[in-house]
């Protein structure tokens, strides 16, 4: 009988791990209040700008796979360039204006879209245009909701519909991390938007430290 302890053992721990949710889980536990959706009327929005197969591939290279796969794809499915455009909340673009600072309670949503090449012989042989929505991020600034102040979120397309991705929000290290170290503009990419960072540099509140 000398290994009755030890199921004793085993059954102890299985009940503890059901009472006690693991430390990492824990920690990644949305703050209370309404999954984040996002806004329908957000192409009403002020336009920042578009980029054309942007990416910063050493530091994609580093994040988990998982991590990688909530990313806006820099090439699509038949590798052709994406298109990413970024649209912000009218208030946070009147602030911005006056401050050089992105306010509390600013949103972005980023929309990527495939590029299609030209259907027509009466077009230029290399030009493109935008073609269907292949993903969607938003990222939101709400001091009293967030301890980092910002958060990022991912979408997935279900039934015709972008739906959350949970938990929410992404963990730092998913979104955060290429955003502080690279982002001109409070973790934001302003430098890729030219009017907002004329008025950034104009202001003086681009980050001396961010890596271009
Ligand atoms: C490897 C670097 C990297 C990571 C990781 C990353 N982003 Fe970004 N993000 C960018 C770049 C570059 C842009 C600028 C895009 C443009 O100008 O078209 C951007 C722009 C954005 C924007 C538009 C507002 C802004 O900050 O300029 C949103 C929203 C966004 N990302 C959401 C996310 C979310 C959500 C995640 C995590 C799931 C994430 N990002 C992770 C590089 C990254």
């Given amino acids: 009988m000398r290994w009755w302890p030890i199921v004793l053992a085993l059954i102890l721990v299985a009940f503890g791990s059901r009472v006690q949710p ?13 999954v984040v959706t996002i806004p329908p009327d957000y192409r009403t929005w002020v336009y920042a700008s578009a980029s054309l197969a942007l990416s910063y591939p050493d530091e994609e290279a580093k994040l988990t796979a998982l991590a990688r796969a909530h990313l806006p794809p820099a090439k699509t499915a038949d590798q052709k360039p994406a298109f990413q455009n970024v649209f912000v ?29 030209r259907q027509s012989k009466f077009l230029s042989p290399g030009g493109l245009y935008q073609g269907d929505i292949v993903a ?51 973790d934001s990419f302003t430098q890729f938007y030219p009017t907002l960072f004329a008025i950034a540099k104009a202001k003086g509140t681009v980050k001396p430290n961010y890596a271009k």
Avoid: I
Wanted: charged share 20%; hydrophobic share 40%; glycine share 4%.
């Fill in 136 to 186: 969607m991020r938003m990222e939101m600034r709400d001091d009293a909701r967030y301890p980092s102040k910002w958060a990022w979120f991912n979408f997935e397309q279900n039934n015709g519909a972008w739906r959350p991705t949970l938990p929410q929000p992404e963990p730092a290290k998913n979104c955060l991390q290429c955003h502080a170290d690279h982002g001109a503009v409070d």
């Fill in 89 to 117: 909340t009218p208030e946070a673009y009147r602030a911005f204006v006056q401050t050089g600072h992105w306010p509390d309670k600013t949103m972005f949503v980023l929309e990527v879209r495939t590029s299609v090449a």
């Fill in 22 to 34: 693991p430390a990492a889980l824990a920690a990644t536990a949305p703050p209370p209040g309404p």
